[in-house]
């Protein structure tokens, strides 16, 4: 879909295309059609995403009709720093190269004069800063009473930097009948507390960090041989190997989030649950528990997954690679928020062939390999190194435990290729000769080795529930 199913005026279709865009963003395609029926639109993006254009090119088309007031700006901008007011204030006179909107920018570090004198001529659109703002009101230069659209840019980082009071105090300012948007790349229960208060049935829309933007989280395919049973061992080792403050765990179908779920409590694990069969008030306390860190796992479906306002989740675990690989950067988009790190563990097994090519082909590149604890000797903590040679153990490694769980971990076609041609990494040189935990004098305890007899029963049984 172009530009041109959008709604916006020919002018703006010349601009974009000028801009050489041809496609809308996601962002874009959902929340420029919203704003021009007026809806309030609460948009859950980052920067990267179109998100600067999906509320200017709207704006410049609403603000068209009518006229500007001395001291009495039509339109409020926040930015929580000044060099993202002045790149917004770069793209509205970009987008608005066609229209005679006028425009303030008012943030610190400028002389108070020139921002009051452009005031006091009258401006359809004012992008500010919020404490810059807050001076100028106290001085009387500006009045927003006569404000028609509110965008709140970057909230959570306003709420980083401590400007939440003062967005309040400028949302008390507005008049009852205003448009609002918010954009917020995160939604932490002030943002919630805020974009419930003045928000009127907004539409929301979330979309995925760009899957290159997610460079804080870490992206791991384990391979599994086997099936589900295999999968929920795979998962216990990985739970057992990684810190793990909190982890999402996602699956495919409500069924399996069903048995995986138990599985883990059985197992010990502090675990909640998340789908579509959930009534909506066990949904929000579940929610809450894993917000809260009641709960340390969640296991969901996608249905649950998405509006998920979790800002701080440390590893994310696909139990299955999802059916559409979109999915997939939504889901590890759950971790490494706000540019926070996180860790992202894909399993799959040879069942999946099918959908892992998808998914490879639809990120551009291959997801780097992880051998599951117990079975390598290269540890999942090293220092990154290039996709073929990180974490390929060798082959016939002669330390290798040729245990039960052996057979857990199938090189993929890939892996054994890799595993032939690599040479060692340094780190694996280096330490040749040192004992490792998950060499043979150390055994892994807990798994494989050490699989408690309940567990035996218990998985068979849920087995055929698939
Ligand atoms: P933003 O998320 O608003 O900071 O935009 C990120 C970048 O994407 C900016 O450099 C924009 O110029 C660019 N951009 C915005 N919309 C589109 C589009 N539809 N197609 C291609 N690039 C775009």
Redesign the pocket.
């Known amino acids: 879909m172009g530009f041109d199913y959008l709604g916006l005026s020919e002018d703006l279709l010349t601009i974009v295309e000028e801009?050489?865009?041809?496609?809308?963003?996601p962002i874009?395609a959902k929340a420029i059609p919203a704003t021009l029926q007026g809806r309030d639109i609460l948009g859950i993006a980052q920067?990267?995403?179109?998100?600067?254009?999906s509320f200017t090119l709207p704006m410049i088309d609403i603000l068209s009709q009518g006229r500007a007031r001395a001291r009495m700006p039509r339109s409020l901008i926040l930015e929580p720093t000044r060099e993202l007011a002045t790149q917004v204030s770069e793209s509205f006179e970009k987008y608005g190269a066609k229209s005679k909107l006028t425009m303030a920018l008012l943030i610190g570090g400028v002389a108070f004069k020139d921002q009051e004198q452009k005031l006091d001529r009258g401006v359809d659109v004012l992008i500010a800063t919020p404490g810059r703002l807050m001076d100028h009101m106290q001085r009387g230069k500006v009045m927003l009473n006569g404000v028609e659209i509110l965008v709140v840019d970057e909230a959570d980082r306003m709420l980083d930097m401590g400007f939440i009071p003062d967005v309040e105090k400028i949302c008390q300012a507005m008049p009852q009948k205003i448009q609002s948007l918010f954009f917020s790349a995160t939604m932490p229960k002030e943002i919630k507390r805020l974009t419930d208060k003045f928000l009127k049935d907004p539409k929301e829309i979330e979309v995925a960090a760009p899957a290159s933007t997610a460079q804080t989280i870490t992206q791991r395919l384990c391979m599994v041989k086997g099936g589900e049973k295999e999968k929920r061992d795979a998962l216990r080792q990985l739970l057992k190997s990684e810190k793990i403050k909190n982890a999402i765990i996602f699956c495919n179908r409500k069924s399996v989030v069903k048995i995986l779920a138990k599985s883990l409590a059985v197992h010990g694990y502090s675990v909640g649950e998340l789908h579509g069969d959930m009534v909506q008030s066990i949904r929000t306390e579940t929610l809450a528990k894993f917000k809260n860190d009641e709960i340390q796992l969640l296991v969901a479906s996608d249905v649950a997954a998405r509006g998920l306002d979790i800002p701080d989740v440390s590893h994310v675990f696909n139990f299955e690679i999802p059916n559409n690989p979109e999915d997939y950067v939504h889901r590890i988009g759950r971790t490494g928020r706000a540019g926070r790190k996180g860790s992202s563990f894909t399993l799959t097994s040879p069942a999946e062939k099918k959908n892992l090519s998808f998914l490879h082909k639809f990120l551009g590149k291959e997801i780097q390999l992880h051998e599951l604890p117990g079975q390598a000797p290269v540890q999942a903590t090293e220092r990154p190194a290039p996709a073929h040679k990180k974490n390929t153990p060798k082959k016939n490694t002669p330390e290798k435990k040729p245990s039960n769980n052996s057979a857990d971990v199938a090189p993929s076609a890939t892996q054994k290729e890799n595993t032939e041609k690599a040479p060692q990494t340094k780190e694996q040189s280096k330490n040749k000769n040192k004992p490792n935990r998950h060499q043979k004098s150390e055994p892994v305890i807990g798994m494989g080795d050490h699989m408690p007899a309940f567990l035996l029963s218990y998985e068979p049984l849920n087995d055929k529930k698939d």
């Open positions: 801009s050489g865009y041809t496609t809308p963003t874009q920067t990267g995403t179109g998100k600067t254009a």
